[in-house]
Protein backbone atom coordinates (compact mmCIF):
# COMPACT_ATOMS: atom_id res chain seq x y z
CA UNK A 1 0.00 0.00 0.00
CA UNK A 2 1.17 3.76 -0.72
CA UNK A 3 2.12 5.46 2.16
CA UNK A 4 2.23 9.30 1.94
CA UNK A 5 3.71 11.65 4.42
CA UNK A 6 2.97 15.31 4.20
CA UNK A 7 5.43 18.43 5.51
CA UNK A 8 6.03 21.97 5.31
CA UNK A 9 3.32 23.46 7.83
CA UNK A 10 3.78 25.79 10.39
CA UNK A 11 2.22 29.61 11.52
CA UNK A 12 2.86 32.00 9.03
CA UNK A 13 1.73 35.61 9.35
CA UNK A 14 -1.15 36.81 6.46
CA UNK A 15 0.42 37.53 3.72
CA UNK A 16 3.23 35.14 3.99
CA UNK A 17 4.11 31.97 1.95
CA UNK A 18 4.91 28.51 2.97
CA UNK A 19 5.85 25.03 0.45
CA UNK A 20 4.42 21.81 1.76
CA UNK A 21 5.39 18.70 0.46
CA UNK A 22 4.02 15.43 0.22
CA UNK A 23 6.42 12.05 -0.75
CA UNK A 24 5.02 9.08 -1.63
CA UNK A 25 6.59 5.76 -0.40
CA UNK A 26 7.23 4.48 -4.23
CA UNK A 27 6.56 5.80 -7.79
CA UNK A 28 2.84 6.78 -8.07
CA UNK A 29 2.96 9.63 -10.50
CA UNK A 30 1.94 6.84 -13.68
CA UNK A 31 -0.95 4.71 -11.49
CA UNK A 32 -2.36 7.59 -9.23
CA UNK A 33 -4.52 11.08 -9.29
CA UNK A 34 -2.57 12.62 -7.08
CA UNK A 35 -4.49 15.61 -4.99
CA UNK A 36 -4.33 18.33 -2.04
CA UNK A 37 -6.80 18.77 0.02
CA UNK A 38 -7.60 20.91 3.12
CA UNK A 39 -9.77 20.77 5.99
CA UNK A 40 -10.17 23.83 8.39
CA UNK A 41 -11.46 23.58 12.14
CA UNK A 42 -15.42 22.90 11.55
CA UNK A 43 -15.60 22.51 8.21
CA UNK A 44 -16.01 19.91 5.50
CA UNK A 45 -12.53 18.89 3.59
CA UNK A 46 -12.35 20.65 0.61
CA UNK A 47 -9.76 20.19 -2.78
CA UNK A 48 -7.18 22.72 -3.74
CA UNK A 49 -5.62 21.14 -6.59
CA UNK A 50 -4.96 17.58 -8.23
CA UNK A 51 -2.83 16.09 -11.02
CA UNK A 52 -3.88 13.17 -13.18
CA UNK A 53 -2.08 10.16 -13.56
CA UNK A 54 0.39 10.28 -15.84
CA UNK A 55 -0.74 14.07 -17.16
CA UNK A 56 0.92 16.89 -16.88
CA UNK A 57 -1.88 19.58 -16.56
CA UNK A 58 -2.51 20.58 -12.93
CA UNK A 59 -6.61 21.30 -12.27
CA UNK A 60 -7.24 23.91 -9.15
CA UNK A 61 -10.06 24.96 -7.40
CA UNK A 62 -11.83 28.06 -7.75
CA UNK A 63 -10.92 29.78 -5.12
CA UNK A 64 -7.72 29.45 -5.17
CA UNK A 65 -7.26 32.43 -7.74
CA UNK A 66 -3.81 31.54 -8.56
CA UNK A 67 -2.18 31.84 -5.01
CA UNK A 68 -1.22 28.46 -5.04
CA UNK A 69 0.79 26.61 -7.23
CA UNK A 70 0.69 22.90 -7.34
CA UNK A 71 3.79 20.65 -8.56
CA UNK A 72 5.85 17.29 -8.98
CA UNK A 73 9.30 16.14 -8.74
CA UNK A 74 8.49 12.55 -10.22
CA UNK A 75 12.13 11.49 -9.68
CA UNK A 76 11.83 11.84 -5.79
CA UNK A 77 8.30 10.68 -5.39
CA UNK A 78 7.04 14.15 -4.56
CA UNK A 79 4.03 16.77 -4.65
CA UNK A 80 4.51 20.15 -3.85
CA UNK A 81 1.77 22.80 -2.94
CA UNK A 82 3.31 26.28 -2.79
CA UNK A 83 1.16 29.03 -0.51
CA UNK A 84 1.47 32.45 -1.50
CA UNK A 85 -0.56 35.80 -0.03
CA UNK A 86 -1.99 33.32 3.14
CA UNK A 87 -4.68 34.79 4.79
CA UNK A 88 -6.08 33.28 8.13
CA UNK A 89 -9.24 32.25 6.20
CA UNK A 90 -6.23 29.47 4.81
CA UNK A 91 -5.75 28.06 8.42
CA UNK A 92 -6.39 24.17 7.60
CA UNK A 93 -5.07 20.99 7.97
CA UNK A 94 -3.94 20.28 4.42
CA UNK A 95 -3.66 16.89 3.01
CA UNK A 96 -2.35 15.07 -0.47
CA UNK A 97 -4.60 12.20 -1.52
CA UNK A 98 -3.80 9.73 -3.94
CA UNK A 99 -6.73 7.50 -6.17
CA UNK A 100 -6.61 5.22 -9.02
CA UNK A 101 -9.71 6.23 -10.64
CA UNK A 102 -12.15 9.64 -10.77
CA UNK A 103 -15.47 8.27 -10.78
CA UNK A 104 -17.43 11.45 -9.56
CA UNK A 105 -18.31 14.62 -12.07
CA UNK A 106 -15.95 16.93 -9.40
CA UNK A 107 -11.83 15.55 -9.84
CA UNK A 108 -11.54 16.97 -6.93
CA UNK A 109 -14.26 15.25 -4.80
CA UNK A 110 -12.12 13.64 -1.66
CA UNK A 111 -14.49 10.32 -2.47
CA UNK A 112 -12.23 9.35 -5.65
CA UNK A 113 -9.33 9.64 -3.10
CA UNK A 114 -8.59 6.43 -1.34
CA UNK A 115 -5.11 7.29 0.30
CA UNK A 116 -4.68 10.03 2.47
CA UNK A 117 -1.54 11.48 4.32
CA UNK A 118 -1.79 12.22 7.66
CA UNK A 119 -1.93 16.02 7.32
CA UNK A 120 0.33 19.03 8.21
CA UNK A 121 -0.81 22.28 9.79
CA UNK A 122 -1.03 25.43 8.53
CA UNK A 123 -2.21 28.21 10.59
CA UNK A 124 -2.40 31.69 8.94
CA UNK A 125 -2.06 34.39 12.20
CA UNK A 126 -0.74 37.66 13.02
Known amino acids: QVQLVESGGGLVQPGGSLRLSCEASRFISGQYNVGWFRQAPGKEREGISFIPKGGSRIFYADFVEGRFTMSRDGAKNTVYLQLNNLTPEDTAVYYC???????????????????WGQGTHVTVSS
Open 97 to 115: AAGRAILTADRLDPNNYNI
